[in-house]
């Protein structure tokens, strides 16, 4: 041969398809747009600026901790841009900003590098933040504000500009103000849990009621979620199992006694618990890989959801619940490892 | 029972679906390559022992003649590929890059490169054994890749009754077209192959299994399929790896080979399409294996196609008439899933090269090994079950024990899927061989 060649070496297989992790990090951002811009279309500037301040204060924990662990930055992944907005979304629109800054920087913090960053971290960062801030700020994360308040493209949310360390300013003046009929800042699971209202489902799903910032529509929800799917990367199956979970659980106290608990059809359009199955829950790493696993730890959750809010102290189920089944993952897997070809059960 | 099989398409769970680069050979029809000036024929070109040199240096050979006997029944004869002189039997480095034994040939380039023709076998009025014997003589192995001799695989134990033979055409690897070829040009030497196959088990029913990308095979095989049904050809789905044994199993049977055992275990013996044809095609004349079909395909190749290459020609010649026009490559013995890497231009072709594949730097970038996300894309393609992922876990961790006895590393065939799919590039497969061969030393080591 007239000219030698350079030969490369390496062993097989030497084809590859596969989004890279970066590319399905961005297609989840892509996917939780549509409702950012929902989130900044019923809940104004408030909304839109806290799902700014917890991105951008996820992006810099992470950078900062991965240049105090000298290691190559890992933000261009785009996972902290992820939990920075899946964060936002489970906090009330009219959450003080300097919050929100706490609630990201525990987040990627507490809940993701200390576990060493991407891929190791056992529970879901998004919610670890959220626990945190629950557990710190009881009063200002459940104050709830309405939507399609008339001045909410131009004035924000009186409670969003507190100050650090300063007592929580008060939102009950200013909404009953903006309010267009008789809102009571009360969720749909809030009036359910202590003045027994049932909100209508239909509304729920269309997402007309009051809520976190980025929770309200749960067909909006579902919509993100097929494209997810379609682009296959979300596990259908663990939002289907979660549904499957709760709508069972709901059902059998519905049963029991259908003035006291609430529709299945509430449960599962109420309260996060779309977002929370779509886009909490399915966090592939905090969640079993096995088949079975995946479908036996969305069920654990729903069911665990439909428990704690109904006979639990606080409204924030599906939160806990998806905890506690980040924290079950490993046992879950250890005990549903598949069937191999070849060998008996 | 297969559930797949209840929709009527013949599969098994899982996989991959690579796009199959087929299109650019698969209508070549077979070409026979010049014989290169040097023929370099390794005395291990099979599972097993190392042939035995029955030749001296300077030594006259004729094209098809015995220069190495089998040692002992795990092990079979090398014949030589070219007629010429016997020029050193030396040590020469082989694909992995260490050295093995080898018979090199100065090719005589004003024979007539006549194939000597033996004396006569009918394999009907046989014996089993002398049957065995016959095979055995051809210097066969199975010439999918796995090189297993194929007289060792007929000697099925006694208490082992096969009830069928499943030929394996599927050739579910991208880029191969070698046994598509042979399947549609060495028709009676199939048929031939197959009865030969089913005397030496003693098996009643043979089925033909190919991927529904090779229609025309079916139309081209059905008429000189027997009239009693003994033998027939079935359609699989085009799917990796259905070639696999334990796949093509399933999809045809039902039957799930059990761990760490043979198929002749469930009643079923294996063969791979060209084998049998090379065995249709030699045993009769008491012929020996000395050139086989090789696809040679790729990126910077002007003449890309099908080629009957003599056995030890080594890959400068063959890259060479196909026009290699690249200055970079890596060069793969087989299909981009499980093939081998080749280092050295002056690697010959052994009898289970069924493929030599060029691939330039494009095709093969190197990309960052990021932590595994568990997104479970590779237990969806793990065509055993397994869970690459907490195996892959293990690898990093040096965990080799746990991933034999806990998560059945051993189960693996190294199809490759779970690497394929790993949207953070961890070389899995990779890593389970690793795994696979330091378990294999300890365990030699706690013997010894």
């Given amino acids: 041969m007239a000219i030698q060649p350079k030969i490369g070496i390496r062993t097989s297989p030497y084809i590859h398809k596969a989004p890279t992790v970066a590319e399905i990090m961005r297609n989840v951002v892509y996917a939780l747009l549509p409702l950012a811009a929902y989130a900044v279309y019923q809940f104004g500037i408030s909304a839109l600026v806290l799902m700014i301040i917890t991105v951008l204060s996820c992006i810099t924990t992470e950078h900062i901790f991965c240049k105090l662990a000298d290691k190559k930055t890992t933000i261009t992944d785009a996972s902290a841009i992820i939990t920075g907005l899946l964060l936002a979304m489970t906090l009330p629109p009219g959450f003080p900003l300097w919050m929100g800054a706490v609630a990201g920087f525990s987040a990627i913090a507490m809940g993701k590098t200390l576990f060493g960053g991407i891929g190791f971290n056992v529970f879901n960062p998004a919610l670890v933040g959220r626990a945190f801030v629950q557990a710190a700020f009881p009063v200002s994360i459940t104050t709830w504000t309405p939507t399609l308040a008339v001045d909410r493209f131009v004035q924000f949310i009186p409670s969003s500009l507190a100050l650090p360390f300063m007592k929580p300013v008060e939102t009950a003046e200013w909404t009953t103000q903006v309010a267009i009929d008789g809102f009571s800042g009360a969720t749909p699971l809030a009036l359910m849990k202590f003045q027994q209202i049932f909100t209508d489902s239909y509304d729920l799903f269309i997402g007309f009621s009051a809520g976190s910032t980025g929770e309200t529509s749960s067909l909006l929800i579902l919509i993100c979620g097929a494209y997810l799917v379609f682009k296959k990367m979300l596990d259908w199956r663990i939002p289907a199992a979660v549904i499957l979970g709760t709508v069972i659980a709901a059902e059998c106290f519905y049963l029991l006694d259908a003035t006291k608990y609430p529709s299945p059809a509430f449960m599962v359009f109420s309260g996060g618990l779309m977002f929370a199955a779509v886009f909490m829950a399915s966090d592939m790493v905090a969640s079993p890989v096995t088949p079975v696993g995946i479908f036996v730890f969305g069920v654990l959750v729903g069911f665990l959801t439909v428990i704690i809010r109904l006979f639990g102290g606080l409204t924030e189920a599906v939160m806990y619940a998806i905890l506690f089944g980040n924290a079950a993952t490993p046992l879950i897997e250890s005990y549903t490892q598949p069937h191999i070809y070849g060998r008996n059960k | ?448």
């Avoid at chain 2, 899995?428 to 061989?433: A, P, S, T």
């Fill in chain 2, 1 to 448: 029972m297969n559930l797949f099989n209840l929709f009527g398409k013949k599969t098994f769970p899982k996989g991959i679906h690579p796009e199959g680069f087929k299109e650019e050979t698969h209508d070549h029809q077979a070409r026979r390559l010049p014989f290169a000036h040097q023929i370099i024929l390794p005395l291990s070109q099979n599972i097993g022992k190392p042939a035995i040199p029955i030749v001296h240096i300077g030594q006259q050979v004729q094209r098809g003649e015995v220069i190495a006997k089998a040692d002992g029944f795990m092990s079979v004869p090398l014949h030589a590929s070219v007629s010429g002189s016997i020029k050193k039997i030396d040590l020469v480095p082989n694909a992995r890059g260490n050295k093995e034994q080898a018979i090199i040939i100065n090719t005589a380039l004003s024979s007539a490169q006549t194939h000597i023709i033996g004396s006569s076998n009918d394999f009907a009025s046989m014996s089993r054994k002398d049957l065995i014997q016959a095979v055995q003589n051809t210097g066969m192995v199975g010439l999918g890749g796995a090189s297993f001799p194929t007289h060792v695989k007929m000697n099925i134990p006694d208490d082992c009754d096969i009830h069928t033979i499943l030929i394996n055409g599927c050739e579910c690897e991208p880029f191969l077209t070698t046994d598509h070829r042979i399947m549609l040009e060495q028709i009676e030497f199939l048929i031939h192959g197959i009865y030969i196959a089913m005397k030496a088990v003693n098996a009643p029913k043979a089925i033909i299994g190919v991927e529904d990308n090779k229609l025309n095979v079916l139309e081209a095989i059905q008429p000189h399929l027997p009239a009693d049904g003994s033998i027939s050809i079935e359609a699989v789905v085009t799917k990796y790896p259905q070639g696999a044994e334990k796949m093509l199993v399933y999809s045809l049977l039902g039957m799930e080979i059990p761990s760490g055992k043979l198929p002749s275990s469930i009643g079923v013996a294996i063969f791979n399409v060209a084998t049998l044809a090379a065995i249709g095609e030699l045993l009769p004349h008491s012929q020996g294996l000395i050139e086989r079909i090789v696809t040679i395909t790729g990126d910077d190749l002007n003449k890309p196609g099908n080629y009957m290459v003599p056995l030890g020609t080594p890959l400068s010649h063959i890259l060479e008439y196909a026009e290699f026009t690249g200055n970079e490559a890596e060069l793969v013995l087989g299909g981009p899933m499980m093939g081998m890497p080749a280092g050295f231009l002056d690697t010959p072709v052994k009898k289970g090269t069924g493929a030599v594949l060029v691939l330039n730097k494009r095709a093969t970038k190197h990309d960052d090994i990021l932590p595994c996300i568990k997104c479970t894309q590779c237990l969806q393609v793990c065509p055993i079950n397994l869970n690459p992922s907490e195996l892959g876990m293990l690898a990093t961790k040096r965990r080799y024990d746990v991933m034999e006895e806990n998560y059945h590393l051993n189960d693996c065939f190294e199809c490759g899927c779970c690497s394929y799919v790993c949207p953070s590039n961890i070389p899995l497969v990779q890593y389970f061989r690793i795994a696979k061969t330091l378990n294999h030393e300890r365990h030699i080591m706690e013997t010894n």
